[in-house]
């Protein structure tokens, strides 16, 4: 077992640990790789162009985070507390925005709000271009995280808790402040923090729709790719990671504690019929999801016209990718490659990983440093983790080198970038099994593998299936991790969607960014069929 | 009788934390022991060690005359049930019980013989092919158990193999797990809280404290005569008095003189006397005979096949005692709250532990 945990250790170790620590060492280097101290920093800080991004970073994140979260709330107290209908419905409206990449909602917002928008007046002469549009599409990508956290939160509710507070009765507004709010409150920090992580280090919005708008993601990728610049682009990345990793302990903190509240035994909560409410609850959330869906809907209507919204001539122009700025089609299929290859080999690695952290019995030390090596991608950026790649696996010296630009370290790199979810939900799934499991075999003389292969696999199917939809869905969509390291043949759809909005053929890539979107819907239906087959096929001990 | 298992000077430490302090202790083949005690006592880690689940700081442990202190799980001689039954859920009952016999070297129709066996002696044969959620409680701790004969090992380890199950199942599977025992003649060893429980079924009682072996013993030898205050207080009920050595065969309780045993202590030694209630007896003619107490009804509680008394002094002597009195002897007697009763504490069911302190 020790031979396995030291495998995938060394693997998280020269995927994750050694580039990243390379970066810290470049950003403390000049062009010769000479040591230079902190003269990086100090000409970082003393560069008004570039230290301004720290505060713009800051105030599009806290911006957007101020608009999800409470837009999250609502949405999702309309989804458990009201009896509005068609919940499911509108449950899958909100998530559609983690299908599609971060560069989508930044296209489909030129073409409502750009210079030759339909809705540009709306903005009362503000450009998209800037603060207005980085928010716009933050909101629409972080949402469905928020509102899945919130929904977790709001889940937990104890029937008794409300039931004894009418019995003393409060008011309704008193019973809001006093037991819903506070019961949600974990998930209401989490959501809080997810979401600012997610914008601070996201790099697709403020790119496609930043216009001069700096932030500290689009000045790593301008360092590295605009001006060659590796030293000061590990530098912004250093000082990307301080409020990532910031949020990422707050947030495990809150984790932590949740916990606790998870353990007593709740009665669940049924809302009763309040037709004034669920009537407003209702409105909400149609306002809410025909938001949602016009941006999906601008960009497929975008793809499939000559030049929207003056000349609604159908067409399939924008579909001839390989005549267009980005990788073409070719791009398409390597994303399908690098999401499958992730998707297979990424599940399987994070749940041996997982089985091994849980069940490995003694080499405590081991465990625990593979734990939080595991624990770690969360706080790094995609962007951050792709400059360390280059530093690492270029660097000539390196035997790993002939990686470079293949699509084996983009596998590599995809599977590091999502481990951290993978992880924690294989975590979940083992420890609700049996601790004597392991002991029983044991003492039956089986080998630890007979067990983990006839027991763990087999009771665990489900959330495995679950691992690897993660991973393919985020495999399709991913730009920040995978922008620095791709090469002429391994191109991704993403990318392309990227490099044909950069050479302005912008329908292209609503185009190419809708098919990343219609590969998600497919693969997630066709998870549900395998799940519900599977259910039937292998889980029939579940059923009493 | 040879020992089958031999654990000498055992120590395990957490820490800082001693929770197996020199446990030395011998096994006869196809005995049935029982490890009781408090939570925290020990009992488990004991158990856990013999099966190299956790193994000893220091110390050895021999089977059968192998020194097996150092081996995994994987390389000793025992099967294991635990209080949670650890079924695998995804496989059926007759899946679960084949697990530890299937291997290259079997043959399939033999393994199917060897299950189909057990689920017999179970009295499963009819739940062979369903999962275990669909079992009672009684049933999976019995498949458990068939898992754990399957491969006939030499030692059997039960950890709380009962403590999951409602009041009577409990009971009905006491019993059988005792005979099932006694005709394969495994060596057994069950760790377990409930007194009651290590009473029925145990040869021999390993009573333990504090990570240290209390007092071990057949069943009635732990209950008649245990040798600490300890012993006493957690097997069944028992009366304890403060008291002072007087003289030879002479305690002083209050202002009342008992006869008892002394076991050599020295006059004015301050003891703990103990006294079972049932082995109060109470008088039915006039009292004259030593060791009678005068004592009030302060409380009668009917437990169905007798009544529990308390039983108090006059304020100065403050005794308090418990007796168990039968039904008959109440409704004769006409015995109510507040009657006065004389009652003889018999000398040689009376016990002396050195030390003043009155337990509860």
Not at chain 1, 321 to 350: C, E, H, M, P
Not at chain 1, 407 to 433: D, K, P, S, W
Not at chain 2, 47 to 60: E, K, N, P, S
Not at chain 2, 218 to 237: K, M, N, Q, W
Request: proline share 5%; glycine share 8%.
């Amino acid at each position: 077992m020790r031979l396995f945990i030291g495998v995938i250790g060394l693997y998280l170790v020269a995927a994750l640990a050694l580039p990243l620590g390379l970066m810290l060492a470049k950003s403390f280097e000049g062009p010769q790789e000479e040591f230079v101290g902190l003269a990086n920093y100090v000409r970082y800080f003393s560069t008004p162009a570039l230290f301004q991004s720290i505060g713009n970073s800051l105030w599009v994140s806290i911006l957007s985070t101020v608009i999800t979260v409470p837009t999250a709330f609502v949405y999702a107290y309309a989804l458990t507390r009201s009896r509005i209908p068609f919940r499911g419905f509108f449950k899958t409206v909100a998530l559609v925005p983690i299908l599609v990449p971060s560069l989508l909602p930044g296209l489909a917002l030129v073409y409502l709000f750009g210079n030759q928008g339909l809705l540009k007046a709306a903005l009362l002469g503000h450009s998209i271009y800037g603060p207005i549009g980085i928010v716009m599409a933050e909101v629409f990508t972080t949402f469905p995280h928020a509102l899945l956290i919130i929904l977790a939160a709001l889940a937990l509710a104890d029937a008794r808790l409300y039931e004894a507070a009418v019995a003393l009765r409060a008011s309704r507004a008193r019973i809001f402040w006093t037991v819903t709010l506070p019961g949600a409150r974990y998930g209401l920090i989490s959501a809080t923090f997810v979401v600012f992580t997610t914008v601070v280090t996201d790099f697709g919005a403020p790119k496609v729709i930043g216009g001069q708008y700096n932030v500290l993601a689009t000045d790593v990728y301008k360092q590295v790719i605009g001006q060659q610049n590796f030293q000061m682009g590990a530098v912004v990345s250093v000082i990307l990671l301080v409020p990532a990793i910031f949020a990422f302990l707050v947030d495990r903190a809150v984790r932590r504690r949740q916990v606790a509240l998870l353990s007593a035994r709740a009665v669940p909560f049924e809302p009763k019929p309040q037709p004034l409410f669920d009537l407003a609850m209702l409105v909400y959330c149609v306002v809410v999801g025909f938001a949602l869906l016009s941006i999906v809907a601008v960009s497929q209507f975008a793809a499939v016209v000559r030049f929207f919204p003056y000349n609604l001539t159908l067409t399939w122009a924008h579909y001839d990718f390989d005549q267009k700025g980005g990788g073409g089609w070719a791009s398409y299929y390597n994303s399908i490659r690098l999401a499958l290859l992730t998707s297979v080999v990424g599940t399987f690695v994070v749940f041996v990983g997982a089985y091994l952290v849980e069940k490995a019995r003694g080499f405590a030390l081991g465990r625990g440093l593979f734990h939080f090596l595991a624990m770690l991608p969360m706080a790094v950026p995609g962007l951050v983790l792709g400059l360390a790649y280059i530093f690492f696996f270029n660097a000539p010296g390196n035997p790993l080198n002939v990686l470079y630009r293949t699509m084996t370290i983009l596998v590599i790199n995809t599977i590091v970038h999502f481990y951290t979810v993978g992880h924690l939900t294989a975590l979940t799934a083992l420890r609700q099994m049996d601790p004597e499991f392991e002991t029983v075999s044991a003492s039956l003389k089986q080998p630890f593998y007979r067990t983990f292969w006839r027991v763990t696999v087999p009771v665990c199917l489900p959330s495995t299936l679950d691992i690897a939809i993660y991973m393919f869905v985020n495999a399709m969509t991913t730009v920040s991790g995978v922008v620095f390291i791709y090469g002429p043949k391994t191109e991704l759809a993403a990318i392309s969607v990227l490099n044909m909005d950069d050479t302005g053929e912008i329908a292209s890539a609503a185009a190419m960014a809708m098919m990343i979107f219609y590969t998600n819907v497919a693969a997630r239906m066709l998870h549900l069929l395998l799940a519900r087959w599977l259910e039937r096929r292998t889980q029939a001990w579940r059923r009493r | 009788m040879p020992s089958y298992l031999r654990i000498s000077r055992l120590t395990k430490k957490f820490g800082g934390f001693t929770a197996l302090d020199d446990i030395s202790l011998e096994i006869a083949e196809g005995e049935f022991v029982c490890f009781l005690g408090p939570s925290g006592c020990g009992k488990t880690t004991l158990l856990r060690a013999i099966a190299g689940l956790d193994i000893q700081t220091a110390g050895r442990i021999e089977q059968n005359g192998r020194d097996i202190s150092a081996l995994p799980p994987t390389k000793r001689d025992f099967g294991i049930v635990f209080q949670s039954y650890a079924l695998f859920p995804n496989l059926t009952a007759a899946k679960n019980v084949a697990y530890g016999l299937q291997n290259a070297r079997t043959p399939r129709a033999e393994v199917a013989r060897r299950v189909s066996e057990l689920l017999d002696l179970m009295g499963l044969s009819a739940h062979g092919t369903k999962y275990p959620a669909q079992l009672s409680g009684g049933q999976q701790q019995r498949v458990a158990l068939a898992r754990a004969l399957a491969t006939s090992p030499g030692l059997l380890l039960l950890d709380e193999p009962l403590s999951a199950l409602d009041a009577k199942v409990r009971v009905h599977l006491r019993h059988e797990i005792k005979q099932l025992q006694r005709r394969l003649g495994v060596t057994t060893i069950m760790v377990t809280h409930d007194q009651e429980e290590a009473l029925t079924m145990a040869d021999r009682i390993v009573v333990m404290n504090l990570g240290a072996i209390e007092q071990v013993g057949t069943p009635l030898e732990i209950y008649r005569e245990p040798t600490s205050p300890f012993v006493a207080d957690f097997i069944g009920v028992m009366n304890f008095l403060a008291g002072t050595v007087v003289g030879d065969r002479a305690v002083r309780l209050g202002r009342t003189a008992l006869d008892c045993e002394i076991d050599g202590l020295a006059a004015g030694t301050e003891v703990t006397l103990a006294i079972r209630p049932e082995d109060i007896v109470v008088h039915e003619g006039r009292a004259t005979e030593p060791n009678t107490l005068t004592l009030r009804v302060d409380a009668l509680a009917f437990l169905g096949s007798f009544f529990r008394a308390d039983l108090v002094g006059d304020a100065s002597d403050g005794v308090l005692l418990r007796a168990d009195l039968p039904v008959d002897l109440i409704r004769r007697r006409g015995i109510g709250e507040k009657s006065m009763l004389s009652v003889l504490l018999p000398p040689d069911r009376i016990r002396i532990y050195p030390g003043s302190t009155v337990h509860r």
